[in-house]
């Protein structure tokens, strides 16, 4: 007796989910076999974004202490822990360096992941079979009998009771024809100029030329992977002097010309001060308030869905506002004195300061911003370097982080109305990205020093617009909240996080499962009113949803996939902290695990139910104890049902893993 999982996705969320599997099978009650496909195209345990291959000076935005691949004592959840090294512990060495504050690299963090899913694979009981297949699903077939058959883009097909869907990112289509729609300029000037996904980077950094003007849309995390494969990926070097950091050019630069929708890059994050295993606890925000709320809702209003602009984020700014305060009373050597303040009367705290940061008086003409934005930045650094318990600011934005697991119990599965949650995603999610998961302080060091060399151009203000000039054929962009000269760019990368969206994912399989009726996107309705967020609908044991309304009892879903059913659900497991990513995959594997004993026990059933099942032929011989002449040999033999030929499935190759 055999039953067969496929976990489609073999980066850190299907190695997260391969892990709890391997110890749901140690507490079967029933013996069977277990085989395992694994179907990841990119690198096992690693995946597309933590690859090996990429170049090293590619940050993590994660401390190396608040990385790991396997769950802890935190972690609630009914299955056994298979132990295992955090990220920290398998790479720190006596002369590499690493310390718990340490921002590693995303191929070094590539490394651990792909060595954990070697690991796993020692570790795999007698019962168990891994086959590994280094290629990418393209669609699945809903056979009889709960079977699924998953078809690889190799040409060979898997034949499985269960299904996980872990793929990395289902974003919606960024294509020539979109960026042409939304910055009014012909098709083929998008084709010709534009690049819409920047990664895998090496590919987009071979367009990028030397000496060549070049325009990056956003601020964020991918456009200082661009920078810095512009700057340092080509032998220019930082040099520190007096505790500030000077560029040193290589010649080989483009002249970089970047610009986001506030006019401002992230905001840094705050040296760590906390303790690793610190489980920050809210005082305002908690599951209990939510509840009343909630109940209050419901009386009031007839639903329980929340609104988070009025119910749920002046709790997210008192819980901010408290720890401004008692970091501004803790620097001022008054810590005997927080913990009695109130939350309310806190007017250092300037919430707007934070959503609102660029002041009217910095739009007036480009030198008043050219000043603004230099002296935010030698402010932001200053905050960042003073951590994350002694900068108020720090502290505060900190805060967004430390409770993103309440946010979630506010937020997910319909936590709040349609009209609310359409808010939430295109409005605080992008400020949570810029307040709480910004890059290492060192970035916007780099940052700064290439600004002041003269070699980035991040003076155009808020929302510049891109125009064509089809007369001298020239893609310019033009400040909008300033009158100021325009700038001819060569080539324009979008470095935008594109938002998930399974409606016009390119993604082959996505595009199939939603055909099919298999998946289907995730509605937030109340009456009339509907708000489809991108991801696709599952349940809170993350079994999804088909086009009736019904959840599979063997497909499930975990990732970004279902972003907007869920919240901000990439991220990587954290140790020591109950994490989020580890209760899922946890959730997942005891799902299955419970869905194959089910299997079992029928089976079972039907094998003694067949076994207690009177024999025909004695029920014949009751009945005609008599027998009669036969005029030929085989005349009156009892005509028996042959068992029918057993099918070979075919098993694709096993590939290598890396």
């Known amino acids: 007796m055999e039953h067969r999982l496929c976990i489609v996705g073999g980066g850190p969320r299907g190695t997260y989910v391969l892990l709890h599997m391997l110890a749901a099978w140690e507490t079967r009650p029933l013996p069977a076999r277990l085989r395992i496909h694994m179907v990841e195209p990119v690198q096992f345990g690693a995946g597309a974004i933590y690859r090996t291959s990429q170049p090293g ?43 718990v504050e340490s921002y590693p690299s995303r191929p070094d963090t590539g490394r651990y992941f792909a060595a954990v899913f070697r690991e796993l694979l020692q570790r795999i009981p007698p019962t168990v079979t891994i086959e590994c297949h280094g290629t990418a699903a393209t669609r699945m077939e809903h056979r009889r009998r709960d079977e699924w058959t ?16 872990a793929k990395g990112c289902v974003a919606s289509a960024t294509n020539p024809a979109s960026l042409a729609d939304e ?80 006019g401002l890059p992230l905001m ?70 927080a913990a009695d303040r109130s939350a309310e009367n806190l007017p250092a705290f300037r919430w707007a300061q934070l959503t609102c940061p660029v002041p009217s008086s ?48 506010a937020v997910e599965f319909g936590g709040l109305t349609p009209d609310s949650q359409r808010t939430f995603v295109s409005g605080f999610t992008a400020l949570h990205n810029r307040l709480a ?41 033009c400040p909008f909240a300033f009158s100021a000269a325009s700038r001819e760019l060569s080539v324009v990368v979008n470095a935008r996080t594109p938002p998930t969206d399974v409606t016009t994912t390119p993604c082959p399989l996505v595009r199939n499962l939603l055909d099919g009726g298999h998946i289907v996107p995730y509605e937030n309705g109340v009456g009339e009113t509907v708000f489809r967020p991108g991801g696709i609908a599952v349940t809170k044991s ?19 996939i279902t972003e907007g059913c869920t919240w901000y659900s990439q991220v990587l497991a954290r140790p020591y902290v109950n994490s989020r990513s580890m209760r899922d995959a946890a959730c ?33 011989r009751k009945a005609a104890p008599t027998r009669l002449p036969c005029s030929s040999p085989n005349q009156g033999r009892l005509e028996g049902i042959s068992p029918p030929a057993s099918t070979k499935t075919t098993v694709p190759s096993k590939t290598p893993v890396p």
């Open 57 to 99: 000076y590619l940050r993590l935005n994660t401390i190396a202490s608040q990385v790991t691949a396997y769950p802890d004592d935190s972690v609630v959840s009914s299955l056994p822990l298979l132990n295992g090294p955090t990220f920290y512990e398998w790479s720190r060495t006596s002369d590499n360096g690493l310390t």
């Open 183 to 262: 910055f009014g300029l012909p098709q083929s000037v998008a084709e010709e100029r534009m690049i819409g996904r920047p990664f895998p980077i090496e590919g987009t950094l071979r367009r990028l030329e030397p000496r060549k003007t070049i325009g990056i849309i956003g601020l964020g995390l991918t456009a200082l992977d661009l920078i810095r494969g512009c700057t340092f990926g080509r032998g220019g070097k930082f040099l520190r002097e007096k505790r500030r950091l000077r560029y040193l050019p290589s010649g080989d630069e483009p002249h970089i010309v970047a610009w986001s929708r506030c």
């Open 542 to 560: 993350y079994q999804v949803i088909n086009r009736h309304g019904r959840a599979h009892n063997n497909l499930f879903a975990v990732g970004a």
């Open 362 to 409: 910095a739009l007036c003409t480009e030198n008043k911003f050219k000043s603004f934005f230099l002296d935010y930045l030698r402010w932001d650094i200053a905050e960042a370097r003073r951590g994350n318990m002694t900068s108020p600011v720090k502290a505060a934005c900190d805060m967004i982080r430390d409770l993103r697991d309440r946010i979630r119990y």
């Open 588 to 620: 997942i594997a005891q799902s299955i695990s419970d869905y194959f004993v089910t299997r079992d026990k029928v089976r079972v059933q039907s094998a003694e139910a067949a076994l207690r099942k009177p024999n025909p032929t004695e029920l014949n």
């Open 268 to 337: 840094a994050r705050g040296t760590n001060q906390k303790p690793f295993d610190e489980k920050v606890q809210g005082r305002f925000l908690t599951d209990d308030v939510l509840d009343r709320l909630r109940s209050e809702k419901l009386r009031t209003c007839g639903t329980a869905k929340l609104d988070f602009g009025h119910d749920v984020l002046p709790l997210l700014v008192q819980e901010m506002a408290h720890a401004y305060e008692t970091a501004a009373i803790l620097q001022d050597g008054q810590a005997g004195q």
């Open 150 to 165: 998953v078809h690889l883009s190799s040409g060979h097909e898997i034949r499985c009771d269960a299904v996980v869907l």
């Open 437 to 477: 998961v910004g890059p290492p302080v060192e970035a916007v060091e780099e940052l700064l020093a290439l600004v002041e060399a003269g070699v980035v151009d991040p003076y155009c203000g808020p929302q510049p617009r891109l125009q064509w000039d089809s007369q001298s054929g020239q893609l310019n962009l």
